[in-house]
Structure formats: structure tokens, C-alpha cells
């Protein structure tokens, strides 16, 4: 049997830990996208811009939030997927991570997965007055509250399942948008489209006649 030299040894040892270093930190990224910064921007828009706007709201912002689940968590981890962060740290720690030339950013939907998976695997339907009949897993995790649970009225709904949701379903969410984000980065998706759009006007743009005669110049 054919033994690897030391030194390869540990170049393919620093080289898995850094994929692992990497899939840690974009999976923390889009934890964080799901669970912090959707509902930081919905309540920063209820505090700060609807009072400039005198702009009235149909309901509370936590209310609001949970009405536009999908959204509110697809369109933030999609945007800084595509920006990936990872792109701006120390060149030594980029590197390290394999953020040059094959950023796993595109896997970041992989914990989030198996951490459904294994919610919905181990769900047993409760029975309590506030859900009435029992439910399905599906239903349980992906058809999403509609009211926040408050001291003033704790009952609006399931308060245990308003969170499973918010901290299983929106980091699952967040994931798979986080990694098309950077799939679309990594062939760049935006930059393409909008050449292909300056492109299309300049050839719909009428061309004058090419003249061949001396005097036209």
C-alpha cells in the first residue's frame, strides 16, 4: 500500500478544514439572514420609514412579518448570497477557506436541511386546544402562522410553532435562496443580464446607412 507523503498529508488536511471552516461560516450567515436580519429590516421599516412616509399599516410589524414569511426571507438571503461576504475577509483567511476559486457558499442549504429533516422526522402531532385536530408535518413547519403570540394576547396562535418555524422553516428558507444567491454570483448572473440588456438596445438602436462616397465624410 502506497503511503501519502506527510506534507500532502497535511495539504489535504488543511484543505478539508477549510471547506468545513467555510460551510460553518455561510451556514451562520444564513442563520442569521433567516432568524436576525428579515425581521430586523421589517421592523426598522415599521419604525423608521412609515412614519416619514405617513404610511398606515393593515397589522403589527411582527404580524406583518409572519403575512410575508417566504418573502421576507427569501429576498434578503438572496442578496447577500449573491454578495457573498466571504469575499471581503483577510486574503490569508479567504484562502484558507477556498473563497478564490471554489467558494462552498453554494451549500449552505445543507444544514438547514438535515435540521428540517430531522424536525419534521421526529414531529408528533400535538393535541391542545390551541391546534385542535392533529396536523401533518408539512402543515406543522410550512403553512406558516399568521399572528405572533403577545403578553397581550398569548393565544393569537401556537406560540411553540410560530418559533419551530422561525428558527427551522426560515433558516431552511434562507438556505437554499442564500445558496442560489451565490450560484448566481458565481457566474454572474446580474453583471450578464445587464450587458445583455445594453446590448439588445444598441442593436435595436436604428444604424444610419453606411455611405461609401467621399464626400460623406
Partial sequence: MVMAPPELAAIE???????????????????????????????????????????????????WYLQHFALM???????????????FLPNVIRTFMHEDHHSIATWAWIFPTLVLSYRMLEYHAPSSVLLGSSMTAMKY??????????????????????????????PFYAGLTYSLGALASKYRAVEKLFTFEKTRRDDARPRRPRCLNPRCS
Avoid: E
Fill in 73 to 87: 426571507t427569501f429576498l434578503p438571503a438572496l442578496v447577500v448570497g449573491y454578495v457573498n461576504v466571504a469575499r
Fill in 13 to 63: 488536511k488543511n484543505s478539508w478544514l477549510g471547506y468545513f471552516a467555510a460551510l460553518m461560516l455561510h451556514t451562520y450567515i444564513a442563520y442569521t439572514c433567516a432568524m436576525h436580519l428579515s425581521p430586523w429590516l421589517v421592523f426598522h421599516w415599521f419604525r423608521w420609514v412609515m412614519p416619514i412616509l405617513d404610511a398606515s399599516a393593515s397589522a403589527p410589524a411582527a404580524d
Fill in 141 to 170: 413547519f410550512f403553512d406558516i402562522v399568521k399572528a405572533m403570540p403577545t403578553l397581550q394576547d398569548p393565544f393569537a396562535s401556537d406560540p411553540i410553532r410560530a418559533w419551530a418555524q422561525m428558527s427551522v422553516t426560515a
